[in-house]
């Protein structure tokens, strides 16, 4: 279960009809992996395109609609409104447009592409090739595909000029955690609050850190991989196929967003792996290379990526947040809530390695 919003064929036909002649759906089905939208597979056969597809990738890009039934993301976005989402689908055109891996979306004659449904935006994005990787699956080549997309969003998107960053940016972070007192259990207060004071002494640092477009939560299960031609099925897919899910992205400082990855995409579960980090630095740094502060302030980025999620998933947990109403009404859906714990080792790994 993630489908937080219920959709219809009758309350989608209208949308598919701006975006495609004679459009049919020939199947429609939640997705049940991701915590904060409300995502459908949906397949639609049909006469040709009525608008165009903004997309990064050319096999996309040059989609037909003639040569068979298309796969489609349709995405109920459920914590953005309007206002919020625009300047995100303006910078996911724009990566799009600059051949960035990203699926894009599709747009209506006029070029609208975000439509309403419950009151909510609701978004038709093409259907990438591949999957998810699993925790275990990822190599130091994973890594250098994921630090590369970074490398090239924040290089074409240094110059942001004076802008307000994301909502969770520092300030967000150290207040949520301040709030998460309240809820930890009281062997972890003491390390909380260490990790309060040590991480509230360098903010300042941090801000003024270059700043840039970020995805802004760029772990492993927003990014799509598929097999090369001579792969084995034992073996993970390793081509890129594209990054999903700019529902958090924005401005904020571009060293975060990369340390955001290394939390995920280089954690062994006790540590972060030398390997791929290096790969991930490699990739990133074949598109932009980190300042000397940056580099400087690592170990407190790291800190900071892991702590905006350990607070996220303690708000979520403990406030009346929509995937703990949910999950209450509906066990099944728990996977909506995800443990913090895991976030407080890799911010304490990062912040006390001794
Ligand atoms: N463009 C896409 N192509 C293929 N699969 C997608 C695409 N967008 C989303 N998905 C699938 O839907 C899942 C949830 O999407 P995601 O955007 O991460 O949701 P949420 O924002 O709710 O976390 C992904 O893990 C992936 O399996
Ligand atoms: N990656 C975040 C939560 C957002 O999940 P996603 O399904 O939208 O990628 C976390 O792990 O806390």
């Not at 891996?101 to 994005?125: I, N, R």
């Not at 090739?129 to 699993?134: D, F």
């Not at 703990?324 to 995800?338: E, N, Y």
Request: with cysteine; aromatic share 6%.
């Amino acid at each position: 279960m993630a489908a937080f919003t219920e959709l219809v064929v009758a309350s989608l036909q209208p949308v598919l009809e701006r975006l495609f002649v004679e459009p049919v759906v020939q199947r429609l089905q939640q997705i049940s992996d991701g915590i904060e939208n409300s995502n459908y597979l949906v397949v639609v056969s049909a006469q040709g395109l009525r608008g165009r597809i903004i997309s990064g990738l050319p096999d996309l890009a040059g989609l037909q609609c003639s040569a068979g039934p298309v796969p489609l993301i349709v995405t109920i976005v459920e914590m953005l409104d309007r206002s919020q989402l625009d300047p995100i689908v303006k910078h996911v055109a724009l990566m799009a447009n600059a051949g960035l891996p990203v699926p894009g979306m599709f747009a209506d004659e006029l070029g609208e592409s975000v439509f309403t449904h419950a009151g909510k935006p609701l978004m038709v994005v093409p259907m990438l090739e591949g999957r998810v990787l699993q925790a275990d699956e990822v190599q130091p080549g994973h890594c250098r595909a994921a630090g590369s997309f970074l490398g090239a969003l924040h290089s074409l998107t240094l110059d942001l000029g004076e802008q307000d960053r994301v909502e969770r940016g520092f300030s967000w972070t150290l207040q949520a955690l301040d709030r998460c007192q309240a809820w930890v259990e009281p062997e972890h207060g003491v390390e909380l609050k260490r990790i309060h004071a040590r991480l509230s002494a360098v903010v300042s640092d941090l801000e003024a850190l270059p700043m840039s477009w970020t995805h802004g939560d760029l772990f492993i299960d927003n990014a799509l991989f598929r097999g090369d031609e001579q792969a084995t099925s034992a073996q993970p897919p390793v081509q890129l196929s594209g990054i999903i899910d700019f529902y958090r992205s924005g401005p904020d400082s571009a060293a975060l967003d990369l340390a955001i990855a290394a939390n995920d995409w280089c954690w062994d579960g006790t540590q972060l792996l030398p390997d791929r980090i290096a790969a991930l630095f490699d990739g990133y740094e074949s598109h932009r290379s980190l300042t000397t502060e940056e580099k400087a302030l690592w170990p407190e980025l790291l800190g900071f990526a892991a702590a905006r999620f350990y607070a996220a998933r303690m708000l979520s947990l403990h406030t009346a947040s929509y995937q703990r109403q949910a999950a209450d009404a509906d066990p099944s859906a728990a996977s909506v809530l995800k443990d913090p714990s895991a976030m407080l080792l890799r911010m304490t790994t990062a912040l006390f390695p001794d």
